[in-house]
């Protein structure tokens, strides 16, 4: 008979009990479980979608700003008003979403759950970016062909002599 042994089996919680089994950390729950896995989704999840609403809000600000300056037929700083205006409610429909689709009742017990459940949002976020990044392209388009229909177009040829009409009898 070991006492020793017996010690070791008689009192559980002590230093060397987290050395011996590897699948443990220091709080002494398993490393994968499912509470984990969900923040983890989680928080991937709004790393994402969050910079990829960043990316798609200004490559629009950006190549947008061409197409409000010719609408607005050279106005920059309206231009500019209505570039930061738009980038804004983007920012706002976008990141509204993505906070909304959070929340989910799946049951994660595996990180294959955790992937699926990071696929399935992260792919409505993608189709929701690509939907506002074409309505914004519909507004532009929209403003510049207003704008071209308002102001009359320049003469084909400029004038080079003048007229006379005689009155009429």
């Known amino acids: 008979m070991n006492t020793f042994n017996i010690f ?24 994968m479980n499912p509470s984990t896995l969900i923040i983890g989704a989680y928080i991937v999840y709004l790393l994402i979608s969050v910079n990829l609403t960043i990316w798609v809000a200004r490559t629009l600000h950006k ?18 008003s209505v570039n930061h205006l ?36 992260l792919g409505w976020v993608l189709l929701i970016l690509g939907g506002m990044h074409f309505f914004n392209l519909f507004v532009f388009s929209r403003i510049r062909s207003r704008s071209r229909y308002q ?18 009898r």
């Open 8 to 31: 070791l089996d008689t009192a559980p919680g002590q230093p060397y009990d987290y050395f011996e089994l590897v699948q443990h950390n220091f709080l002494g729950r398993g490393i």
């Open 86 to 121: 738009l980038v804004v409610g983007f920012y706002l429909i976008n990141i509204g979403f993505v906070s909304l689709a959070l929340k989910s009742n799946a049951q994660i017990t595996t990180a294959r759950d955790a992937i699926e459940m990071l696929s399935d949002k």
């Open 63 to 80: 190549r947008g700003a061409i197409f409000l300056v010719d609408a607005f037929h050279g106005n920059t700083e309206l231009a500019a």
């Open 151 to 168: 102001v009359p177009p320049p003469p084909p040829v400029a004038p080079d002599a003048i007229l006379r009409v005689a009155p009429a």
